[in-house]
């Protein structure tokens, strides 16, 4: 790497499983923008190297076949997984990577088809909740963080028990929303319960999300920098 | 031995493909249709020799086929 | 799963004895034969030539499949070959996989489009799914990875009972395939007409990148290399899918689903990784996909371009049916399946690769020098084919053509519109426009445009795509470098004129790519008519590859790869000439593409239009217009808009520099349905309103000038007064064309043109709703 990061010398682990498709697009935001190589992770590994973070990346691992991310919780390289965050360590499940985390119980709940029984692919806005309050500082003034969604089976779904747990322990990370923050079933694109877009486990050091942060890292491109934000912050939680 | 397991979405989670469904033949003259629900069916196919087939396919069932967060299932012997 | 014995049982000195040749002894059985192979009399003979001999069943499928019009193009060959396919920038030209245009240092784009017509009537879901696979596999076998898909996509008229549900089906077919790969889908069109009742049309297409040095052709060289087959296993799938794609459909096609071939996206995914990967690795010699007709096209025209012969042993292919024959494991369509060529040294690291990537492979063959195709099976030698004669003394047909009659222009005729336009309203008619295109949101929210991180503009404005590149390969000088995609075809247009229509689709990729401020490069194009036995329809073809020729040429933009689909009809009924055009270009300022669509809190909104002038070589046009159609007042007697060449590349190059230089907040092309249409569709998107004016002739009725067709024409909004000034200041130096200002974009939504007052905010819901299903 040419440029030395700010975030020194920080070890961020990239998962890879057969069908992942967004874990080039993180190898390359992390390099361009924020000058950290990841270090790729195949899915058929025993251990994990020594790590400060680690990436669940989107994208189709499996197919999607038997349910999104069902298969992949049963890669080789799970029990290292489950050690590190039980170790406390860092972890951020991105779309396919969010449903990988609760297939593999290191989230609560599930993701099931979207409420339309379509895929949807468009830009949303997310309020920052009491789970992500780190995050909350990467708010724009307008109380909402804006990136895209790309996804067929994005609803959140978790028990009456589960939910309560969920708010009482202040694990809800981000809701769809409007642009203002405002909350409504209008801006829920996929019926996702409590209106649920990420959320965080009860250490708040696993964070899964089923929008793309590293789509919206370039005002250019991805409509917002809010992406990037989100990014810079769970390094520096990493830290 | 043949083995089959449904696996259910659970009564409390909106089945939205079985609602698509009901919807659509609704409109196609199917007045009289209330509700649809969707289900996968697993057809497993053991050794006949393995005795411990069906809790193998309960196990199955349980632990993979099937979410426990929004999903039930059932297990049965196929003749 | 893997086949480990790298020598085959037999070699080309000591085959099996030969299967039973065809039987020929009942005329009426051998003409049965013949007909549901497709193979002519006249092909017949021809095949007793090349063989000596009568040919084994197997024999007779692989004719079929490879002369079939899909995979040999004996019908337009003749006519293709006219195309301008040559310039600076190509790399690769028609012949290969696809085709390969330089963007920039070494950096190549590889592109190409394709159709799955037939399929995707009879099964929608896949048919379109398989579409995608068949495409992308066509690009990264080149060694290009893929970065945009494209479809372009007709249906018969919205109230006819199949339609909505093939637009549902296809629609996820595609998104389906297309998201599970990874690959973002940027832009497309989707339009209904009646001509499409019986005959849908799927046409998809995929562009990749790739270093000029590293594109990779599909060989099978070196006697005794390996032939290895990769990927998902053969079953049988599609088996005459080829002939199919040449079929016409009748009333008893219903039970032909079980030919169509089922698509597995995550195989693909597989197959792409394994691909870019081995290829990176050198550890391959030659690469094809098989996509039409299977295993039979890959391994001939992979020993054809090498000049080779092949031996094969069709016991080792993997398979996933019970006891198949020879004849279906040639001919079985089964998708996601490769042919590599690879040295003998190279294979246990070959294996490494495909195992980590865990795809099913086996070694099926060797090369051989015979310059013949040999393939045994079960003991039996079941083809032995030359290779040249098959390619060389292939069928290429110059069908009688029935020219198709010149349009008499009638003043009458044009007139008489005119008054049926005023008679309706024309804010009546312009609704009805605006609900017969429709905005394509429920289309393309189903496919991921987002990932890559490359997309600047994506389906979202409906005009064409620019994706950012930022590639080492690329010369450094080039560091706002992006690509702009589109795809285009008027078939209304060619319907009228089939040879003017099909200039007017490579004309509209154009148009839509210089809007977004980039220089169109190349051209792919997916040819769709109906039956060329038919007089009439074989001059539709052999105009519309007239026009396009002449309009690459006038554009600079060379053919360099595409597809023909014909025998698009039912009964006696052929589909409208629909010759698609996709289209490359390259932007130098990629942070300055324009949206298509109004902002209310920017500058003037002015139009690029040809100098007024009386006559001129360009003039306002009703013929295969969106309001004809919608009035139900086509006429035979409407010419369709003229154009001019000097004009059309004077505006292209005009508006890149504009772009660039003066960074205008939206910039479209005129389309269907004229100015007023095109102006209103981007007021809709923001839900803003315009004022101002939009008759700029004083001797042209304004009702001509709002929704009549012409062009060069682009609306653009400026970002203030003070850039639109400057942009005026430029204009005033272009010979064919002038700036005039039209008013400005305000946030009522109404369009208070001339004394009109259209309600927008009545109109949008019509807009947005138009293709829910």
């Known amino acids: ?133 780190l995050y909350s500082k990467a708010l724009s003034s307008s109380g909402s963080l804006t990136m895209p969604i790309a996804h067929g089976e994005g609803r959140y779904f978790i028990d009456d ?62 409509g917002s920098q809010d992406g990037l934000s989100i990014l810079k912050t769970f390094l520096q939680s990493a830290q | 031995m043949q083995l089959e397991v449904v696996v259910s979405l659970k009564p409390e989670v909106l089945d939205t493909e079985g609602r698509a469904i009901q919807s659509t033949m609704h409109r196609l003259g199917f007045e009289s249709l209330e509700s649809v629900s969707v289900s996968k069916r697993f057809i497993l196919e053991f050794d006949e020799a393995d005795e411990l087939a069906f809790q193998k396919a309960e196990k199955l069932a349980k632990e993979h086929l099937s979410n426990p967060v929004s999903e039930t299932y059932l297990v049965r012997k196929l003749s | 799963m893997s086949s480990e014995t790298s020598t085959l049982q037999c070699s080309p000195s000591s085959l099996p004895k030969l299967s039973p040749l065809i039987d020929t002894s009942s005329q009426d059985q051998f003409a049965e034969l013949l007909k549901s192979h497709k193979i002519s009399t006249g092909e017949y003979q021809v095949i007793l030539e090349i063989l000596g001999r009568t040919p084994t069943m197997s024999e007779l499928g692989v004719f079929s499949a490879m002369w079939s019009e899909h995979c040999s193009y004996k019908s337009s060959k003749v006519h293709l070959k006219t195309l301008p396919t040559t310039g600076p920038d190509v790399v690769v030209g028609p012949g290969e996989n696809a085709g390969v245009v330089r963007l920039s240092g070494k950096l190549c784009v590889a592109f190409k489009m394709e159709s799955h017509n037939h399929p995707s009537y009879i099964e929608p879901y896949q048919g379109a799914a398989t579409g995608v696979g068949g495409i992308l596999r066509d690009v990264f076998c080149m060694g290009a990875r893929p970065i945009a898909n494209l479809n372009s996509l007709r249906f018969g008229q919205r109230s006819h009972p199949r339609t909505n549900y093939l637009l549902d089906r296809v629609v996820k077919g595609i998104g389906d395939y297309g998201n599970c790969v990874g690959i973002p889908t940027v832009a497309g069109q989707v339009a209904f007409h009646p001509s499409y009742n019986g005959n849908c049309l799927v046409n998809a297409m995929t562009v990749g990148l790739i270093h000029e040095d590293q594109i990779f052709k599909g060989y099978a060289s070196g006697v005794g290399n390996l032939v290895v087959y990769v990927g998902s296993a053969t079953g049988r799938d599609g088996i005459h899918g080829a002939t199919m794609a040449s079929d016409s459909f009748s009333s008893t096609d219903e039970g032909s689903r079980t030919t169509v071939q089922v698509g597995d996206p995550f195989a693909e995914k597989l197959l792409l990784e394994a691909t ?43 398979v996933r049916a019970k006891n198949m024959t020879a004849y279906e494991l040639l001919l079985s369509e089964s998708q996601e399946r490769m042919l590599l060529c690879v040295e003998p040294h190279k294979w246990d690291e070959l294996k490494a690769a495909l195992c980590k990537w865990e795809l099913p492979f ?26 040249g004669p098959l390619a060389s003394k292939a069928p290429e047909y110059k069908r009688p053509i029935k020219p198709t009659p010149s349009v008499a222009q009638s003043q009458d005729a044009l007139l008489d519109l005119e008054r049926l336009i005023e008679k309706t309203g024309v804010e009546q008619v312009l609704m009805q426009a605006l609900v017969h295109s429709g905005d394509k949101k429920p289309v ?23 994706l950012k590149i930022t590639s080492d390969d690329a010369d450094p000088v080039d560091d706002r470098l992006g690509l702009s995609v589109s795809v285009s075809c008027n078939e209304r247009y060619c319907g009228v004129n089939p040879r003017l229509g099909a200039a007017h689709a490579v004309l509209k990729s154009a148009r839509a790519i210089a809007a977004m401020g980039a220089k169109p490069l190349a051209v792919t194009d997916c040819l769709n008519y109906g039956n060329p036995e038919i007089p009439e329809v074989m001059a539709q073809i052999s105009e519309g590859i007239e026009g ?10 060379p053919v360099v790869s595409g597809n023909v689909s014909l025998y698009n009809q039912t009964g006696n009924e052929s589909i409208l000439p629909t010759p698609m055009i996709g289209m490359v270009g390259r932007h130098k300022a990629v942070d300055r593409a324009p949206r298509a669509v109004f902002s209310a809190k920017a500058g003037p909104v002015a139009v690029l239009r040809p100098k007024s002038k009386s006559g001129g070589n360009w003039s306002y046009a009703y ?45 479209r092309d005129v389309g269907e349905g004229g100015l007023l249409t095109s102006l209103v569709k981007m007021c809709l998107a923001e839900g803003c309103g315009f004022e101002g004016k939009l008759s700029f002739e004083n001797d042209v009725p304004a009702v001509r000038q709002y929704l009549a067709e012409a062009g060069p024409m682009y609306i653009i909004q400026f970002a203030s007064e003070a850039d639109f000034e400057a942009a005026l200041q430029s204009a005033s130096k272009l010979s064919h064309l002038e700036l005039s200002r039209a008013g400005e974009a305000i946030k009522e939504p109404k369009c208070l043109v001339d004394g009109l007052e259209i309600d927008l905010a009545k109109l949008k819901p019509l807009y947005e709703n138009a293709l829910l299903v």
């Open chain 1, 1 to 133: 790497m040419a440029n030395k990061s700010v975030f020194g010398d920080v070890r961020v682990g990239l998962l890879q499983y057969p069908g992942s498709n967004c874990d080039a697009d993180c190898l390359d935001v992390f390099a361009r923008y924020l000058d950290i190589s990841l270090i790729p992770i195949w899915h058929t590994e025993h251990a994990l190297p020594k790590l400060d973070a680690l990436i669940l990346p989107g994208g189709f691992s499996y197919g999607d076949y038997l349910r999104a991310g069902a298969l992949a919780g049963h890669a080789k390289i799970t029990p290292s997984i489950r050690e590190f965050a039980k170790a406390g360590g860092s972890v951020i499940g991105i779309c396919n990577g969010f449903q990988i985390l609760t297939e593999m119980g290191l989230l609560p709940g599930t993701l099931l088809k979207n409420a339309s029984g379509r895929f949807i692919c468009r830009q949303v806005h997310l309020n920052v909740a009491e789970g992500a309050s």
């Open chain 1, 161 to 222: 028990d589960g939910l309560e747990r969920l708010r009482g322990e202040g694990q809800v990370a981000f809701r769809y929303s409007d642009e203002n923050g405002e909350l409504s079933d209008q801006t829920n694109p996929n019926g996702s319960i409590d209106h649920i877009a990420g959320i965080v486990s009860t250490n708040g050091r696993v964070l899964g999300m089923m929008p793309h942060p590293e789509r919206a890292v370039d005002t250019l491109i991805g």
């Open chain 3, 276 to 318: 870019l990967d081995m290829l990176e690795k050198g550890l391959v010699l030659g690469l094809q996909d098989m996509g039409a007709a299977g295993l039979t096209s890959s391994s001939f025209e992979m020993a054809d371009r090498a000049g080779s012969g092949l031996l094969l042993d069709l016991d080792k292919v993997p």
């Open chain 3, 362 to 387: 086996a070694i099926i063959g060797e090369v051989t020098d015979t310059g013949r195709v040999q393939i045994v099976y079960q003991g039996e030698l079941e083809a032995d084919v030359p290779v």
């Open chain 3, 444 to 466: 393309y929210d189903q496919y991921d445009h987002h990932i890559g991180v490359k997309t600047v503009r994506g389906p979202e404005d409906g005009g064409a795509a620019v």
């Open chain 3, 548 to 557: 396009i020729g002449e309009a690459c040429i006038a554009l600079s933009t």
């Open chain 3, 623 to 667: 013929g295969g217009s969106l309001a004809a159609y919608l009035l139900e007042a086509e006429s035979a007697q409407l010419n369709i808009p003229a154009i001019d060449w000097a004009s059309e590349n004077e505006a292209i190059s005009f508006l890149e520099t504009l772009i660039s230089d003066y960074n205008p907040v939206a910039c």
